[in-house]
Nanobody, 124 residues
């Protein structure tokens, strides 16, 4: 069993940065690949970034590649999403998920656990 709690969301202007955190409980955190997804109003949940259990492999959605960076600290049971050069279209609720896959999947149905989400609002 893994429980996930996201934090770090907020309201920013275009071009600014935010860092999201996802704290996990449970001894098996290091065996899970972790992913960040987001869901805007009226839209489906979409993949943002993923990281393997070791941190050695990361993957990103095309829309955020080069602006967002996912990382994890297994000693702290935490995964991070550094978001730079934020755009209006990045506005969404951001969720972290834990998957038993070796590499973080980009499909939400392949995730076993989810956090409650944190709101990110980018507006001018």
């Amino acid at each position: 069993q893994v429980q996930l709690v996201e934090s770090g969301g907020g309201s920013v202007q275009p071009g600014e940065s935010l860092r999201l955190s996802c704290a996990a409980s449970g001894r098996t955190f290091t065996t899970y690949a972790m992913g960040w997804f987001r869901q805007a109003p009226g839209k489906e949940r979409e993949f943002v970034a993923g990281i393997s259990w070791s941190g050695g492999y990361t993957n990103y959605a095309v829309s955020v590649k080069g602006r967002f960076t996912i990382s994890r600290d297994n000693a702290k049971n935490t995964v991070y999403l550094q978001m730079n050069t934020l755009k209006l279209e990045d506005t969404a609720v951001y969720y972290c998920g834990a998957s038993a896959a070796v590499v973080a999947p980009n499909r939400s149905l392949e995730y076993d656990y989810w956090g409650q989400g944190t709101q990110v609002t980018v507006s001018s």
